[in-house]
């Protein structure tokens, strides 16, 4: 029984890495290495052009009950496009970055949209790496580095949505 159990959770576990790996996934995620070259490519010609900035930086500094004081800074790089039906422009981001500490642990975070949905994740702790790749059926692809998951996957998707909401009322505003 004990050999039919451990035999079944390996294969399992096999099923779930190859599935992982298919010639689509595989295309996506060379895709969303592509849109995350060119999202920085962008960023960086725009700071040495000297244009005026596409983006939006937004810093809270609060306490917090056991980790003490905390700084969170999220940036925001977006676009905008002629919308039609309100007459105004729609501003939409395309990379996220978010810096935070609890206590004296730092972590980083970037997000990488296509079109409206999250196309990349990525978050570093201080020893720990989580970079997920998403398609449009859900996770195409994730790389772990460390002991621990910092984040699920899920809830990347749900943080993200967050921070375009937060977004959104602070840019998209019609009066």
Not at 5 to 25: E, K, P, R
Not at 90 to 109: D, E
Not at 113 to 125: E, V
Not at 141 to 147: A, N, Q, R, V
Request: charged content about 25%.
């Amino acid at each position: 029984m004990k050999t039919f159990l451990t035999t079944t959770i390996c294969l399992m576990a096999v099923l779930t890495v190859g599935a992982q790996n298919t010639s689509a996934d595989k295309a996506r995620v060379e895709k969303i290495r592509k849109m995350y070259a060119d999202a920085k490519e962008n960023i960086e010609y725009r700071k040495k052009a000297e244009l005026p900035p596409d983006d939006l930086v937004a810093t809270s500094n609060y306490m917090a009950a056991g980790a003490g004081p905390i700084t969170d800074t999220t940036h925001y790089f977006y676009s905008g496009d002629w919308d039609e039906e309100a007459s105004t422009i729609l501003y939409q981001p395309y990379f996220i970055t978010r810096s935070y500490n609890v206590g004296a642990t730092k972590y980083y975070q970037e997000f990488l949209f296509d079109d409206d949905d999250l196309a990349f994740f990525y978050m570093k702790g201080e020893n720990e790496e989580v970079r997920y790749y998403y398609g449009k059926t859900g996770l195409a692809h994730e790389s772990l580095k460390g002991e621990e998951r910092l984040m699920d996957d899920a809830f990347a998707i749900r943080l993200a949505n967050d921070l375009k909401s937060a977004f959104n009322l602070m840019m998209n505003r019609n009066y």
